[in-house]
């Protein structure tokens, strides 16, 4: 087995810094950063300052680091009020059209989805929804309230073609393959800001579809703010 580190103090940790060439002009407000945000979550900040010998670039300094790390929490907070904007949006419409086109239990038929609708883990996901609610039965308008962003996007692409093709037109002029992938961005971006993750330099693993945008930006956070976008009501 791997040997693990052992655990360092506050004052440890901002010498740790200083030796990889780190400048902090303030080192009471290192220490104060440091007891509040976890140093292994802290430094993750610092990866584009850092040079391969593990050293950081010239003239890195603590400060500068600490404001893209606060710049990284306040966006989180206005991203997470757009995705919820669209989740709500996407449940009112979603539900709407297949509840009048398949009835209120509609979405319990296999036969109502596309060959690739993975039936009984889909269920079996609603069941643990509606088990924590106490409910036995729910009419989809009241079930999709418990989708996740993860969840609706897969019975988004998981819907018959033509269902599929009717709602993308309808709701955003587009096909439904872009549609998907900006679901899928933004059940990615969802997922990272929920759990308080890092944005700042970060590739995302999906890449949105049928927006005009070079590599490597399509895989960074401007591609995801991209697929937001589209989606936004």
């Known amino acids: ?3 693990l580190k052992k655990p360092t103090t506050y004052q440890e940790q901002l010498d740790i810094l200083k030796s990889r060439g780190i400048i902090i002009d303030d080192p009471n407000q290192c220490i104060a950063v440091l007891e509040t945000v976890n140093y292994y979550r802290f430094t993750a900040y610092f990866l584009p300052f850092k040079r391969s010998d593990g050293q950081y670039c010239e ?3 603590f400060s500068r680091v600490y404001r893209i790390y606060e710049f990284d929490r306040k966006l989180r907070s206005v991203l997470v009020a757009a995705l919820e904007e669209v989740e709500i949006y996407l449940r009112a419409k979603l ?3 297949y509840a009048h ?6 979405y319990m038929n296999d036969a109502n989805f596309s060959s690739k609708h993975q039936a009984e883990k889909f269920k079996e996901n609603l069941e643990r929804e509606i088990s924590s609610n106490k409910r036995s039965a729910f009419a989809l308008w009241v079930a999709v309230e418990l989708f996740s962003f993860g969840m609706l996007s897969r019975f988004y692409s998981d819907m018959k073609t033509e269902d599929k093709k009717q709602l993308a037109r309808r709701l955003y002029g587009t096909v439904p393959k872009n549609v998907s992938s900006w679901l899928r961005c ?7 800001c929920a759990h308080y993750g890092r944005l700042y330099y970060r590739i995302f693993p ?3 579809a049928g927006i005009e945008m ?4 399509l895989s960074q956070l401007w591609g995801a703010v991209l697929a937001l976008k589209q989606l936004y009501p």
């Open 1 to 3: 087995m791997t040997q």
């Open 206 to 208: 999906a890449i949105p």
């Open 214 to 217: 070079k590599m490597p930006q």
């Open 101 to 106: 086109k398949y009835g209120a239990e509609g």
């Open 95 to 97: 539900s709407y059209f």
């Open 59 to 61: 003239n890195t300094q």
């Open 186 to 192: 933004c059940t990615d971006l969802r997922n990272i």
